[in-house]
């Protein structure tokens, strides 16, 4: 991944704080903006609070952080889960059933309640790309990315791009040329996935995941907004160097430049294990010598001095190291990065982050930096802010989306409905007197309502039995009074959940139900009831058949009754 931001420096970025971005959008957004930061609040706009979570094959790190009121931020939650049974060499996503566990004791352990998660993947697990492209509007761009005609002419890649999740940037416009700088960031969706189920086995809903480097990024702009140097925040170079991943980033103007360090497998066995001094002192002269060539690059294309390099590492003997790395390059200092330099640490959790290498707990606070952006608050500024390769996030904002409109709209209607009953309540405290007259006798009126409608229901379930005598009489042609006994008796014989359709008599001793009900029980216990009759000497099933599909209800079961009738 050599320089893939290079072509991003073409002036500076004026748009480094939130708040500046803010106001962009407010020029666009009008009503709306001020809508939400007014009436839904700011915070809720900026975004949900989530957990950073990086995952490791032998060790979870988890971190929260807030801001108090003046507005210096506070690590809410740090924890460190130390485990054992990933064999050396193994990835997160070879162990994935091993490390969701281990994520839930963590979880356990560290009493994290929020279920709002970042987490981070590999360098390597990503293709980060700065493409240029006409200038476009965003419509025109949204219509060329649906028509997969932008990329597939862009970004030339050998697999299929619906085989990645894909998150994508406009980062600059250069209307003098013409053109515009688009960021391009890209993971296998097989490899997303498997992160977000190792996460949700943890109990937890990951709603952001971006790339390591980026949010060391965050890390370090975090901690150079803190510390207040202008120098810093313009030109901030960082090198990662350790068993995972190697990669020199230098911060210019607030855009990353990224360069790759390759280092062999049996560099990776000295790292780990070795203690020979040649060994050591022979893989230090191979990395720095591509450290020197990417930083010579920067400095002669921007005529720009690096004198300081940022380390970060989760090598033990790192120390070491650097003094190596002093002895190659005399003119650079090298200083192991401090990510919670500057964050106010609880005295609860002073211990947990007392020691003398806190690099390695980069990303883990960078990500714990990051909001969830559900209102756009962070459109407007530099986009490495707000990488999100979540494959269904878009559906996932418009949820967190309704879920603070309901939030406010719930409380607006609590509070409406507050105010009607204070006022309500005050009419009534100065009528108690009259209202209470009003409802005299109230009790022995329920009561006797209660009587009458069990009456009503008696003769409304009389009426229905002759109702239904008289409608079914009608389909009989012999006028006997044998006859309509047997009718009667029949009709009292259905039980509820059957309909009768017609009968059929053959004049002497044979009678046909046919009609439909909703299941076998149904049928079982009308044929039952027609043989308690005194005259009907037998009744049985003649035919049934299956229920076919009725839209929007439930399914019945036609069927035909044969009903003998004694001889009377």
């Not at 991003?8 to 748009?15: R, T």
């Not at 000295?270 to 990417?294: F, G, I």
């Not at 090598?315 to 003094?323: D, F, Q, S």
């Not at 001793?509 to 005194?534: F, P, R």
């Amino acid at each position: 991944m050599k320089n893939p931001f290079a072509n991003l420096l073409k002036k500076k970025d004026k748009q480094n704080k939130p708040e500046v971005g803010a106001s962009e959008k407010k020029k666009k957004g009008g009503f709306f903006d001020k809508f939400l930061k007014n009436r839904i609040g700011k915070s809720a706009v900026k975004g949900e609070e989530i957990v950073g979570v990086e995952l490791t094959p032998h060790e979870i790190r988890l971190a929260q952080v807030s801001s108090n009121k003046s507005n210096q931020w506070v690590l809410d939650k740090f924890f460190v889960h130390k485990f054992e049974g990933i064999e050396d060499g193994s990835s997160v996503l070879e162990n994935p059933d091993k490390v969701g566990d281990e994520l839930k004791v963590a979880l356990q352990r560290s009493k994290i309640t929020t279920s709002n998660a970042a987490i981070a993947i590999p360098v390597t697990s990503a293709i980060i790309r700065v493409v240029t492209a006409p200038l476009m509007t965003d419509e025109e761009l949204n219509t060329a990315i649906k028509s997969d005609s932008l990329w597939e002419n862009l970004v030339q890649l050998t697999d299929n791009l619906n085989d990645y999740s894909i998150f994508h940037q406009v980062i600059n416009r250069d209307k003098t040329a013409n053109t515009m700088d688009i960021l391009f960031v890209a993971s296998k969706l097989s490899d997303i996935n498997s992160y977000t189920e190792i996460i949700k086995k943890g109990g937890l809903n990951a709603v952001i995941i971006d790339v390591k480097c980026f949010a060391l990024k965050s890390a370090v702009d975090q901690i150079n907004q803190i510390a207040g140097s202008i120098e810093d925040s313009n030109l901030t170079a960082v090198l990662e160097f350790g068993l995972d991943e190697n990669y020199v980033m230098i911060l210019y103007e607030n855009n990353p430049i990224i360069t790759d360090i390759f280092i062999r497998g049996q560099d990776r066995t000295t790292l780990r294990e070795s203690n020979n001094q040649e060994e050591m002192d022979a893989l230090v002269r191979r990395y720095m010598t591509q450290v020197k060539q990417a930083i010579q690059d920067f400095e002669t294309k921007y005529e720009k001095r690096i004198r300081n390099l940022r380390i970060t590492s989760n090598l033990p003997n790192v120390e070491e190291y650097l003094g190596s790395f002093r002895k190659n390059m005399t003119n650079t200092g090298f200083l192991l990065f401090d990510p919670i330099d500057g964050i106010k640490v609880p005295a609860q959790l002073e211990n947990d982050v007392k020691m003398d290498n806190r690099s390695y707990f980069s990303t883990v606070m960078g990500l714990a930096f990051r909001k969830l952006d559900v209102f756009g608050y962070y459109k407007f500024v530099t986009a490495v802010k707000n990488i999100n390769l979540l494959p269904n996030r878009e559906n996932m904002i418009a949820q967190k989306k309704a879920k603070a409109f309901s939030n406010f709209a719930f409380k607006g209607v609590i509070g409406v409905v507050s105010a009607i009953y204070i006022v309500l309540f005050g009419l009534a405290f100065w009528n108690i007197s009259a209202l209470n007259k009003k409802v005299e006798g109230y009790d022995q009126i329920v009561q006797d309502h209660e009587l009458k409608t069990l009456e009503k229901n008696k003769y409304a379930k009389e009426i229905g039995k002759i109702l239904k005598s008289l409608e079914l009489s009608k389909s009989i042609s012999s006028n006997k009074t044998v006859n309509f006994r047997i009718l009667a008796q029949i009709a009292s014989a259905v039980p509820k959940r059957v309909k009768f359709e017609s009968i059929e008599y053959n004049g002497t001793d044979l009678m046909i139900i046919s009609g439909s009900a909703y299941s076998d029980q149904d049928i079982l216990k009308l044929i039952s009831n027609l043989n308690n009759k005194k005259l009907i000497s037998q009744a049985s099933l003649a035919t049934m058949t299956l229920p076919q599909n009725q839209q929007g209800s439930q399914q019945m079961k036609g069927f035909k009754i044969a009903c003998v009738l004694e001889q009377v």
